[in-house]
């Protein structure tokens, strides 16, 4: 079964950091581009960041460019995003995605997301 | 930035009647492949996001064939042959084209 399993979200300061893992299984992760994409509470989908087969040329969102990094693993089927110097508007659940093999930017399977709550 | 803009935001529909909702671009999305780098995605109530359209008009996998997406350039329309209860939830656009890749506000299709 094709799965991606976000972890790391939680509470933090303003001001502080938090790594965001997902994990995924059934498939050749190597082989696709992979992607966050976020959803404030009540609010509509945002891409935050995407990266290719071999972590090459990562591209993020104005919003979150020289705060967050996007990176993976390849040998253990780990995408990865550290997220530096939060903001409360970052307050999101984070969901990684796989990208289409013929069209890398389309995200076609979704993890069910962390939530990243950032408050004082 | 790229911005997508939806219509209607919201679209009440009677189950096995069609449905038809738009999505325009402030640019073009028609890259010199012939591919339109345009998405079409579902969120229904409490779930994750799921894939119905991409490069404009391909269904993705597993994807009823009573959706359909057409369009090029700036302008793209998903059309729902037969809605069924199943399909309520926002169905949002995304552009790939450019960085960063955005998407549209949302339309929300209920069920009269």
């Known amino acids: 079964e094709v799965q991606l399993v976000e972890s790391g979200g939680g509470l933090v300061q303003p001001g502080g950091s938090l790594r965001l893992s997902c994990a995924a299984s059934?498939?050749?992760?190597?082989?696709?581009?992979m992607h966050w994409v976020r959803q404030a509470p009540g609010k509509g989908l945002e891409w935050v960041s995407r990266?290719?087969?071999?972590?090459?040329?990562?591209t993020y969102a104005d919003s979150v460019k020289g705060r967050f990094t996007i990176s993976r693993d390849n040998a253990k089927n780990m995408l990865y995003l550290q997220m530096n110097s939060l903001r409360v508007e970052d307050t999101a659940v984070y969901s990684c995605?796989?990208?289409?093999?013929?069209?890398?930017?389309?995200?076609?399977?979704w993890g069910q997301g962390t939530l990243v709550t950032v408050s004082s | 930035d790229i911005v997508m803009t939806q219509s209607p935001l919201s679209l009440p529909v009677t189950p096995g009647e069609p449905a038809s909702m738009s999505c325009r671009s402030s640019?073009?999305?028609?890259?010199?492949?012939?591919?339109?780098?345009l998405d079409w995605y579902l969120q229904k109530p409490g779930q994750s996001p799921q894939l119905l359209i991409f490069?404009?008009?391909t269904r993705a996998s597993g994807v009823p064939d009573r959706f359909s997406g057409s369009g090029s350039g700036t302008d793209f329309t998903l059309k729902i042959s037969r809605v069924e209860a199943e399909d309520v939830g926002v169905y949002y656009c995304?552009?790939?084209?450019?960085?960063?890749?955005?998407f549209g506000q949302g339309t929300k299709l209920e069920i009269k």
């Open positions: 995605a796989r990208g289409v093999l013929r069209a890398g930017g389309s995200c076609e399977i």
């Open positions: 059934g498939f050749s992760f190597s082989t696709h581009w």
């Open positions: 990266i290719n087969i071999d972590g090459g040329s990562p």
């Open positions: 640019q073009s999305l028609l890259h010199t492949n012939g591919n339109n780098y």
């Open positions: 490069l404009g008009s």
């Open positions: 995304m552009q790939s084209i450019q960085i960063p890749q955005t």
